[in-house]
């Protein structure tokens, strides 16, 4: 069993900064990459950040230059900082990982729970 724990979602105002946290844990032999998603009400969700194992970064159109994703693989757990936050960053973000669980085994795509961000005044 694998498990993404998300933290550090809230409420801010326009043009503010909020980190996002998450953290896997249980069986991971290898992680090939973790990244975050984002789904507005009455919207596909879509991908925001990726980070791979090897520090490669991808990020959507609409949130380059004002977020970051970064990783600390030591602890597998994947950090998003978004500055300069807009009304339409609104959303629940939910944590994924791409990884390996046993030695020997496929590559399995795992999901958080979700944590919202509104952004409002």
């Known amino acids: 069993q694998v498990q993404l724990v998300e933290s550090g979602g809230g409420l801010v105002q326009p043009g503010g900064s909020l980190r996002l946290s998450c953290a896997a844990s249980?069986?991971?032999?290898?992680?090939?990459?973790m990244g975050w998603y984002r789904q507005a009400p009455g919207k596909q969700r879509e991908l925001v950040a990726v980070?791979?194992?090897?520090?490669?970064?991808n990020y959507a159109a609409s949130v380059k230059g004002r977020f970051t994703i970064s990783s600390d693989n030591a602890k597998n757990t994947v950090y998003l900082q978004m500055n300069s936050l807009k009304p339409e960053d609104t959303a629940v973000y939910y944590c994924?990982?791409?990884?390996?669980?046993?030695?020997?085994?496929?590559?399995?795509?795992?999901w958080g729970q979700g944590t919202q961000v509104t952004v409002s005044s």
């Open positions: 994924n990982t791409d990884l390996v669980p046993r030695s020997g085994s496929a590559t399995f795509r795992y």
């Open positions: 980070i791979t194992s090897g520090g490669s970064t």
């Open positions: 249980g069986s991971i032999f290898s992680i090939n990459a």
